[in-house]
């Protein structure tokens, strides 16, 4: 039996016209004067320097001359997209270190306004996963190291042979779009950040954070002002038990008290709950310690809701593995932010692509088959159609073993 051949409506614009047609055209000018970049454009200009920066998160090139030269041959498509040029290996190179990273920055904030705007749905979202019976926005904060060339980046210098970047993320759960990001070098500890991260999570929502994030201080801040969180208990922690709570029936939850710290003159919350479940990791199980404010969730909720933690570690393998945060194209501070805004910004407008067009499959499957025909002339939401409409459905749910992949921690 034959397969079906699959045959796209074709249009006048191509793949890469159509997936930078989501930009509106004045934003790009507005942000490039306001940001001062576009005081530092001659011939090189900012709406050629984002299209270029997109081109090569789509294609994943690899560097300066496999971005440069790929843009030249097709200089002709790349015209057409609002008047957009090629760039030569010296002019993006001095673009990306001196054109300032915070305009690439409002873009991506910029824009997700816009989407959110034009569907309200994208934004919102829904819950996945365990989470699905809380109606609470719920905020996961989590960090991923980018490793870089240390004898190039000194000013990313993380121990005595490597350099690396920070990107601090808050995610919501239910759009898995970021709310908050911080990129930073590697040399700071992540509960230094904690307070910036969690500063726009409003009363009643829900935060779930590693252990790196924990700063008792500023756990008492969020009880304070009604937020919810779950992390995990650090292994040293001195405390008395205030109360046991009732045992639960799910066998898997080993212990479920209220607990205070023993230090009273230590910065904490009044009261904590201490739940110790077993949950299964890479396919073996594992005894886990979980903390949280609410003293009225069942034992297996607080559980179930650090198992949604996973997401974001999803989320930082997809534009880490698909989009191009491995290789840099400039060793400066600036590039790299230019470079990972603008993953974050392909990430987006990706994702709002699988939202128009019901995509039913991987994030992966969509990033190769847009790849694959980027200077084609097909109508992007019909190709999506055709490619979406496989057999079998994809479900995106974060589990820990799907969660690692070699350099990732």
């Known amino acids: 039996m034959k397969n079906k051949s699959i045959h796209p409506t074709r249009s006048k614009l191509s793949i890469l016209h159509q997936v930078c047609n989501l930009?509106?055209?004045?934003?790009?000018?507005?942000?490039?004067?306001?940001?001062?970049?576009?005081?530092?454009?001659r011939t090189y200009s900012p709406w050629s320097h984002v299209t270029g920066l997109c081109y090569g998160q789509l294609t994943h090139?690899?560097?300066?001359?496999?971005?440069?030269?790929?843009?030249?041959?097709?200089?002709?498509?790349?015209?057409?997209?609002?008047?957009?040029?090629?760039?030569?290996?010296?002019?993006?190179?001095?673009?990306?270190?001196?054109?300032?990273?915070?305009?690439?920055?409002?873009?991506?904030w910029r824009m997700m306004s816009h989407l959110g705007q034009k569907s309200p749905e994208f934004v919102a979202g829904r819950s996945r996963g365990p989470a699905f019976r809380f109606k609470a926005p719920i905020?996961?904060?989590?960090?991923?190291?980018?490793?870089?060339?240390?004898?190039?980046?000194?000013?990313?210098?993380?121990?005595?042979?490597?350099?690396?970047?920070?990107?601090?993320?808050?995610?919501?759960?239910?759009?898995?779009?970021?709310?908050?990001?911080?990129?930073?070098?590697?040399?700071?500890?992540?509960?230094?950040?904690?307070?910036?991260?969690?500063?726009?999570?409003?009363?009643?929502?829900?935060?779930?954070?590693?252990?790196?994030?924990?700063?008792?201080?500023?756990?008492?801040?969020?009880?304070?002002?009604?937020v919810f969180w779950v992390t995990r208990a650090k292994e040293n922690m001195s405390y008395e038990v205030v109360k046991k709570m009732p045992q639960s029936a799910d066998a898997k939850i080993l212990e479920d008290k209220i607990i205070r710290l023993n230090d009273p003159n230590k910065p904490a919350p009044e009261l904590m709950?201490?739940?110790?479940?077993?949950?299964?990791?890479?396919?073996?199980?594992?005894?886990?310690?979980?903390?949280?404010?609410?003293?009225?969730?069942?034992p297996r909720s607080v559980a179930d809701l650090y198992r949604c933690r996973w997401?974001?570690?999803?989320?930082?393998?997809?534009?880490?593995?698909?989009?191009?945060?491995?290789?840099?194209?400039?060793h400066n501070a600036n590039a790299v932010r230019w470079q990972v805004w603008t993953a974050l910004l392909v990430y987006m407008l990706l994702r709002y692509l699988s939202h128009l067009s019901n995509w039913a499959h991987s994030f992966?499957?969509?990033?190769?088959?847009?790849?694959?025909?980027?200077?084609?002339?097909?109508?992007?939401?019909?190709?999506?159609?055709?490619?979406?409409?496989?057999?079998?459905?994809?479900?995106n749910l974060a589990r820990p073993d799907q969660a690692y992949f070699p350099g990732f921690l």
């Open 364 to 395: 992966t499957r969509l990033f190769t088959i847009l790849r694959a025909v980027m200077w084609s002339k097909l109508d992007l939401l019909d190709l999506l159609d055709c490619y979406g409409t496989a057999k079998g459905r994809f479900r």
């Open 61 to 108: 090139c690899i560097g300066l001359n496999d971005l440069c030269d790929s843009l030249q041959l097709h200089s002709g498509h790349l015209s057409a997209i609002r008047g957009a040029t090629p760039p030569s290996r010296n002019g993006l190179s001095h673009a990306n270190r001196h054109r300032p990273a915070e305009m690439a920055e409002q873009l991506f």
């Open 273 to 298: 709950r201490r739940v110790v479940a077993v949950v299964e990791i890479d396919g073996k199980e594992r005894e886990m310690t979980f903390l949280t404010n609410n003293l009225e969730w069942s």
């Open 311 to 330: 997401q974001i570690e999803v989320f930082f393998k997809q534009i880490k593995q698909t989009l191009q945060l491995s290789d840099f194209l400039g």
């Open 139 to 226: 905020h996961v904060v989590d960090t991923t190291v980018m490793e870089l060339v240390a004898n190039c980046m000194d000013w990313a210098q993380h121990r005595r042979r490597k350099a690396a970047v920070k990107t601090h993320m808050r995610l919501n759960l239910q759009s898995l779009l970021p709310n908050f990001v911080i990129v930073d070098t590697a040399g700071e500890h992540d509960n230094h950040r904690a307070r910036e991260l969690c500063a726009g999570v409003k009363s009643g929502e829900i935060v779930l954070f590693d252990k790196g994030y924990v700063d008792f201080g500023h756990l008492r801040d969020l009880d304070e002002r009604g």
């Open 23 to 41: 930009i509106p055209g004045y934003m790009v000018a507005t942000l490039a004067r306001a940001t001062g970049a576009e005081d530092k454009s």
